[in-house]
């Protein structure tokens, strides 16, 4: 009876990774499933087992572990990072002039792609009644930039030169090119904010002499789920944790080889009485990619698998807000869909 409850518990807790499939890939765990569990929803077991553990952290991304909970909640806090944060971005653009060879609509796409360092927080949504006055936009609901920018030949140039940046002026336009120009009281709110790209190196457009660009660009608050240009993340993955187990002692030439099937740092050799021997180090660096299953000698000594509800996060900012923001932004998201869901299921029962 131990050994099959020992079975069940590795059912319930591990995703095996076998030479040629993945075992306990669906939950299992709900009520009445398994004799002798309990599997009941309760909010203290839960609140015990739960937890956000940081690894790393720095201006533009984050990683962090979420232990504690189902796939599925798991991937729709991953789903809301990438399509229901909202942001700011181009939505408007307004080509007054454009002499270059980049065709307008190309160039709007172009200048909607790029990324606007703004507080999404700090905006309102523009109400869909007002999409007839296009040139028309609010100071709590739209940021106006502008590009102006023309290219001339460099009076200093050398005739001999051959370089367009020794023989013109602005012949590359980059978005550090584009300005902010505050609406209504924008400038005495905003004034300590750097509104504009959150990069200044992105080209745009290239421009020869007597060629120019006059745009005004309408900024409003969206999700990604309405379009690319508002999701607020690079990317925003999880993994799970990886788990090592060697069944039996490796020793030698054979436990060089099993460090060389695996990443970097996640096994290392151990000098015993004057023989190496593997031994797991840090699972977690391992990207799971079975090459130790190739080799006949060594596919029995060890064990793959992967913790169920232990997510290793990776989440990559576009540098609008930063990611610890995102990730906050994200959990009000997802609190703010369970209390709406719950009201819904209030309303029905009154009915």
Known sequence: MAATMKNVEEIRTRVILEEFGVKNVHTTDFPGNYP????????????????????????SSIEFDMVGIDAAIANAFRRILLAEVPTMAIEKVFIY?????????????RLGLIPIKADPRLFEYRNAGEESSEEEGSEIDTIQLQLKIKCSRNPR??????????LYLNH??????????????QADVFGDSSI??????????????????????????????DHAKFSPVATASYRLLPEITLLEPVEGEKAERLKGCFSQGVIDLEDVNGTKVAKVVNSRLDTCSREVLRHSDLKDVVKLGRVRDHFIYTVESTGILPPEILVMEAIKVLMAK??????????????
């Not at 839960?46 to 952290?57: A, W």
């Not at 590359?172 to 009281?185: A, E, F, Q, R, T």
């Not at 200044?200 to 660009?217: K, N, S, V, Y």
């Open 36 to 59: 002798g569990y309990d599997d009941t929803w309760d909010m203290q077991k839960f609140q015990k087992k739960f937890s956000i553990d940081i690894v790393n952290l720095d201006e």
């Open 338 to 351: 369970c209390q709406r869901f719950l009201n819904e299921l209030d309303s029905t029962d009154m009915d």
């Open 157 to 166: 140039a050398s005739k001999d030169d051959s370089d367009p940046r020794e």
């Open 172 to 185: 590359m336009v980059y978005s550090k090119d584009i300005k902010w120009v505050p609406i209504g009281n």
């Open 97 to 109: 002039n454009n002499t270059s060879i980049v065709q307008d609509e190309v160039l709007a796409h």
């Open 196 to 225: 504009g790209p959150v990069h200044d190196d992105i080209l745009i457009a290239q421009l020869r002499p007597g060629q120019e660009l006059d745009i005004i660009m309408h900024c409003v608050k969206g999700i990604g789920k």
